[in-house]
């Protein structure tokens, strides 16, 4: 075994990737990702004793948010920045550690995570390469996988925290539990109802740091509105952003604007077509493609630069990898790497839009327009038309059809299932789970289009909101007494805080596909399944049954 990883829905053989991933990563990588999260659960213990003595730690969480996200599936492929990263992380657990010592904080006995040396790359790749550094090395399977449940949780908590504090949003208490749970992974007298209950606290903060994210990017950039994306090109040279930061989206077009280079979206980007202060710029053309999966084919063909700002990355062609860009989290070795803002300044995005320059216009893949827009500030403004959809029975049902796309052939299921629902039910979707049916041309119920596109992943909390506000109207008691049924596709560690952040909020039975999390071991899966009715996912004929006579 070189390496073990079971933190997506890939994972080798529904179990775990142990020679090279499925995604593409490596050994060698992934063991410097182990090695990242290990040592930031060693800052965290730190940490938590500087909250005690209310010692003030400059840039503490958002380095451990910073490195969380880029273990993130599909986000960061390239060895040197982990090397960087894990140096520097030693280097601040370290001063941190001095810091406290001054103060007279006794330390007591530290685990490893905060007290381990390296002087070297040699010695960063030795210690990844240790057995007590990676997933294996908590023994109980049951611990393992709540250890592992909880820290894939905090990875997505990161990436959204991120983004919300690029746009200037930060809420301390997130990273205070991000550094308290991170900790928690490390204590071996917590019982496995603790542990649980730690579980569930996650989903919490997740609910938080969606809220945060969601008041960023509306407070920064408008509320989404109902839209009409083009899907086709036009004859100017381009570049395709994808990823989830809105903060870069925003800056590469004003550095674009008025220099006859086009900008289009990729993947979880397409919700930015969707924001009021985008909308203004005309060189903003539109999307192009699909899911990150389809992204060899889609780069190849759109001719011109890409740039990455977050997950998901995939191993390019040789053809194309010239002209990838990553920034943020994201990286890829190869890929020239755009460096962060300094001193509130913006990225510069120069070399990209110079490049872009020189290389010619998209190839046409399709014509046309997808609608998209359906956040809760659009949903609320049209709520007299939905409630008397739902009262005079137009809308019998709603599928909340949210979550990731990827590139398993069962994933059809999603296609199948969307095109087979009942022309009285609504999709309620957000993240890249979207692509499988939002050029269906599903139709619309007086107006309300089938699918209603909240937006990226984290945008999902304008689902949960959305649901709420229903069973206000409708002055229910529970949640789960709305006519919403939830079909979740999941792929990484973004949806694992969703679906935590769900769980948090009391939502129950949903069905989860294409695969169940290779992490969740036998009993921890019992425990979703008794406790929340989680359900995998079945053939198409048998679900539509289950979830219409429900
Ligand atoms: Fe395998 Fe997924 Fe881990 Fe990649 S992220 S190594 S595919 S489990
Ligand atoms: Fe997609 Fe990677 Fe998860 Fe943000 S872009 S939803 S998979």
Not at 29 to 42: C, E, F
Request: proline share 3%; net charge negative; glycine share 8%.
């Amino acid at each position: 075994m070189n390496m073990f990883c079971y933190q997506c829905q890939e994972a080798a053989g529904g179990k775990g990737c142990t020679k090279v991933g499925v995604c593409g990563k490596t050994a060698d990588v992934s063991n410097l990702q182990d090695l990242m999260i290990y040592a930031l659960k060693g800052i965290s213990v730190l940490g938590l004793k500087a909250d005690e003595i209310e010692l003030e730690t400059q840039g503490m969480d958002r380095f451990i948010i910073e490195g969380l996200f880029m273990t993130i599936t599909n986000a960061n492929f390239d060895k040197e920045r982990f090397f960087e990263k894990i140096k520097d992380a030693l280097k601040l657990r370290d001063s941190l550690k001095e810091d406290l010592i001054a103060k007279g904080v006794e330390l007591g006995e530290l685990k490893d995570p905060a007290t381990f040396t390296i002087n070297s790359n040699d010695e960063i790749v030795f210690k990844a390469n240790s057995q007590e550094v990676g997933v294996l090395a908590t023994e109980n399977e049951d611990v393992r996988s709540l250890r592992e449940l909880i820290t894939y949780g905090l990875k997505g908590m990161a990436a959204y925290a991120e983004h919300a504090d690029n746009l200037g949003f930060e809420d301390k208490e997130i990273g205070k539990f991000i550094r308290k749970a991170l900790a928690a992974t490390l204590d071996d007298s917590l019982t496995a109802d603790e542990l649980v209950a730690l579980t569930l606290e996650t989903g919490e903060y997740g609910v938080k740091t969606m809220a945060l994210l969601d008041k960023a990017n509306t407070s920064s950039y408008g509320n989404p509105e109902i839209t009409e994306v083009n899907i086709g090109v036009r004859n100017n040279p381009a570049i395709l952003v994808s990823g989830h930061d809105l903060k870069d989206f925003e800056e590469l077009l004003i550095q674009t604007e008025g220099t006859g280079v086009d900008v289009y979206t990729h993947s979880e980007m397409l919700p930015a077509n969707y924001y009021p202060a985008f909308k203004k710029f005309d060189h903003f053309v539109g999307n192009y493609g699909n899911a990150w999966w389809n992204q060899k084919e889609e780069f190849e063909k759109f001719n011109g630069a890409i740039l990455f700002t977050t997950n998901c990355i995939v191993p390019p062609l040789a053809s194309y990898a010239d002209r990838v860009y990553t920034t943020g989290s994201s990286g890829y070795p190869g890929f020239k790497h755009i460096a962060d803002r300094v001193d509130g300044g913006a990225k510069d995005f120069s070399e990209v839009i110079a490049h872009a320059k020189t290389l010619p216009a998209p190839t046409e893949i399709e014509t046309g327009k997808i609608v998209g827009g359906f956040a809760h500030a659009q949903v609320f403004a049209l709520a007299d038309k939905v409630v008397d959809a739902v009262k005079t029975g137009a809308i019998k049902k709603f599928f909340v059809m949210a979550g990731c796309d990827g590139r398993m052939k069962s994933r059809n299921y999603y296609t199948d299932f969307a095109a087979a629902l009942p022309k009285d039910t609504v999709i309620l979707t957000a993240g890249c789970a979207k692509y499988r049916y939002n050029k269906l041309n599903l139709g619309d119920i007086g107006g309300i289009p089938r699918v209603l596109d909240a937006g990226q992943c984290n945008d999902s909390y304008s689902l949960a909101v959305i649901a709420m506000k229903l069973k206000e109207i409708f002055e229910l008691n529970d949640i789960n007494e709305l006519p919403i049924a939830y079909n979740i596709a999941w792929y990484e560690q973004k949806a694992v805080i969703v679906l935590l952040a769900l769980l948090s909020l009391g939502v129950k039975n949903i069905h989860l596909g294409p695969t169940l999390p290779a992490f969740l071991s036998p009993n921890v899966a019992n425990v979703l399944v008794e406790t929340f009715g989680i359900a995998p996912i079945g053939t198409v004929e048998e679900d539509m049954k289950l979830f219409l006579e429900a």
